[in-house]
């Protein structure tokens, strides 16, 4: 059996273990394997034996908020198991629990060895992902502490400290030494006849800094319980569509995982709070363009989670140029990183600003929370904050010097910096990328909605005339040069982006459906826009491609060349809607929700691009998040688009 990885998360925390419960300590390859907490590996080995061998998997471990599974001893077909192990796993804030349940399945008493071998490697997750990047760690020194029930894993570099305790009930009664730095904690149990023995295990991670006295809960089962009693506060007041099951099905389950995604941040006064992270395995933090869709997606169900966002990122715009990779005077921040790579600056990533698109989004939601909710204290509160990120998108972003929001490669961080980042995204039909300055027609789209609803909100909440009549003509200046100079009237559609020289980036790409949700086209050209997005070499059958089929750029297992994301069809879903296009959105809805029928109601970060006529399942796209807040959001996106239809 090839043993796969079952990730268990909550919040900040996640555990990725095999199909019999262990955790082996893998490196590198892709996929995550161990208990990560802010970025760290708290647990790399986590490796059950009974008598000395690796038990068989009678039921694998299955995908769900705790993970359980059945091991039995090996044996041939003559003589049936001695012994049953059922175990049951799960995750809470900076720890993981398991309960082992040892059953004797003979009529006399029986004996087994069971030992667990343990580590805490403490990688951080950038040494793990499959970039092939190794990184220097002077003075670093790990520890070993043999406690009364259990060990205690220690890592100190520097001023970094961090540590992983490990306890059992009973408690062990060796820790043995195993050659290899793990330690291996050994149980003798005497089975009553048909009897049965229960082990507690907790282990509880502590990241640099973190101080808090963790109440952990005693086993899985009760961590299960506050599991759900957070899912269903999440779906509480929620009106599902009682017309459209597999729509209510899937938006249940995009709510239960914004539940578990939601990660610790702080706000301008020091306020905890609580906001969406991006997504599991690896981007299980704050950023601040996928917080900021998942919230503007799920603000007409869950508006706290919007003000929450909000508070945060203003916390984190940056006030000073060159303090921190891309920092800019009022830019919002991309990404937030709290592992060790980061605090010694061996990634870029601890406060990381390459992103052309935050920015105007952070005044989207502000000025869609105070129109949705009528709630002006956050405007009020942030009125500082927000006058800032357009003072930054007028100056430092290029609207004033260049007519549009500019981006560059920014050399240690990313080449693009709009939504679609990876090094070959914008690119002409052919696959030619362009060099230097970037303008994206997406990024100018969320420019032409930041500066309109910035104005609403200085006329109606800052009684500032002057600055929302300067804010609304640099608005319609802006939709006007747009359609004069990205618009290719030999496609009848906008170019994807212009390089430094003003030249048309002639890739058809499915961006052109942000034009529609940020309302920056006329109405002429968005219908048009809309309809060619329906087209079959744009719609796979699961969704609007993020490049259109027969262009010698595209390639269906591209990420941003081809595949079909659905936080991508949920704003082209809303921008349909918007320009009167109601059937081409239902279409697209409908596209979305079978493919999150398809996969247990929940919609996967990316899907390939291949089209339903050809192969009639949902293909996931490979290096994707298992669980992201923006495709948990996406079908409240749907739900505000199209309704029960």
């Not at 995908?63 to 001695?82: H, K, S, Y």
């Not at 190794?134 to 029930?149: C, F, H, N, W």
């Not at 048009?528 to 087209?535: C, F, Q, S």
Request: glycine letters at 10%; proline letters at 6%; one cysteine or more.
């Amino acid at each position: 059996m090839t043993d796969r990885h079952h990730l268990l998360v909550h919040g900040a925390t996640f555990a990725a273990v095999g199909d019999r419960g262990d955790i082996s300590g893998v490196r590198g390859g892709g996929s995550p394997d161990g208990l990560f907490v802010r970025d760290a590996r708290h647990l790399s080995r986590w490796q059950l034996t009974v008598d000395g061998a690796v038990p068989e998997v009678l039921s694998p471990v299955a995908d769900g908020d705790a993970t359980r599974c059945v091991l039995v001893p090996r044996g041939g077909r003559q003589e049936p198991p001695a012994h049953t192990l059922f175990r049951e796993q799960a995750v809470c804030d900076s720890a993981f629990v398991e309960s082992l349940r040892v059953t004797s399945n003979r009529p006399a008493p029986t004996a087994i060895r069971l030992a667990l071998t343990v580590d805490a490697d403490f990688t951080d997750q950038f040494e793990l992902r499959a970039d092939h990047r190794t990184y220097v760690k002077p003075g670093a020194q790990r520890s070993r502490e043999i406690l009364a029930d259990g060990i205690e894993f220690t890592y100190r570099r520097a001023e970094w400290r961090s540590c992983t305790t490990i306890t059992a009930d009973p408690a062990p009664e060796a820790v043995e030494e195993t050659g290899t730095g793990a330690r291996r904690l050994v149980w003798s149990l005497d089975l009553a006849p048909h009897g049965t023995t229960t082990l507690l295990l907790r282990v509880i991670a502590r990241p640099h800094g973190d101080k808090r006295a963790l109440r952990v809960p005693r086993d899985p089962a009760a961590v299960h319980e506050q599991l759900l009693a957070r899912e269903g506060e999440f779906a509480e007041g929620v009106a599902f569509p009682t017309g459209w099951p597999e729509l209510a099905a899937a938006c249940a389950r995009g709510l239960a995982d914004l539940a578990a995604l939601q990660v610790p941040a702080t706000g301008p006064d020091g306020a905890e709070l609580s906001v969406p992270a991006a997504g599991a395995p690896w981007f299980l933090t704050l950023l601040g363009r996928d917080a900021l869709l998942t919230c503007l997606f799920a603000l007409p169900y869950r508006p706290g989670m919007a003000a929450a966002t909000l508070a945060a990122l203003a916390a984190a715009q940056a006030t000073g140029a060159g303090a921190a990779p891309a920092a800019q005077p009022g830019k919002i921040v991309h990404e937030v990183r709290h592992g060790e790579l980061a605090h010694f600056g061996q990634v870029p990533y601890g406060r990381y600003y390459g992103s052309v698109d935050a920015t105007p989004l952070f005044l989207i939601l502000l000025g869609a929370y105070v129109e949705r909710t009528g709630d002006t204290a956050p405007a009020r509160r942030l009125e500082r904050h927000a006058r800032a990120a357009i003072g930054w998108m007028l100056d430092h972003g290029g609207l004033t010097s260049r007519g549009y929001l500019v981006h560059r490669a920014d050399e240690g961080g990313l080449a693009n910096q709009n939504w679609k980042d990876s090094p070959g995204a914008i690119c002409c039909a052919d696959g030619t990328r362009p060099t230097g300055a970037v303008m994206a027609a997406g990024a100018q789209g969320y420019a032409y909605d930041a500066l309109r609803r910035t104005a609403w909100v200085a006329r109606t909440v800052w009684a500032d005339e002057t600055y929302a009549a300067l804010l609304e003509q640099t608005a319609a200046d802006l939709r006007d040069r747009f359609q004069r100079e990205f618009w290719m009237r030999e496609h009848s559609f906008p170019a994807l982006a212009l390089d430094g020289e003003g030249r048309r980036i002639d890739a058809l790409a499915s961006d052109a459906g942000h034009l529609l949700w940020s309302g920056l086209l006329d109405k002429e050209y968005g219908e048009r826009v809309g309809r060619r997005l329906l087209e079959p070499d744009f719609f796979s059958g699961w969704g609007v491609r993020t490049l259109a089929s027969g262009q010698p750029a595209y390639h269906p297992l591209s990420r941003h060349r081809g595949s079909v994301w659905p936080h991508d069809n949920a704003l082209i879903t809303l921008g349909l809607a918007r320009y009167g296009l109601h059937d081409e959105a239902r279409t697209v809805a409908h596209a979305l929700v079978e493919a999150a029928t398809a996969a247990g109601h929940r919609l996967p970060g990316v899907l390939a691009g291949y089209g339903r006529d050809t192969h009639p399942d949902p293909v996931p796209s490979s290096h994707t998040c298992v669980r992201e807040s923006r495709s948990a959001a996406a079908p409240l996106a749907l739900l505000t688009a199209v309704g029960g239809a």
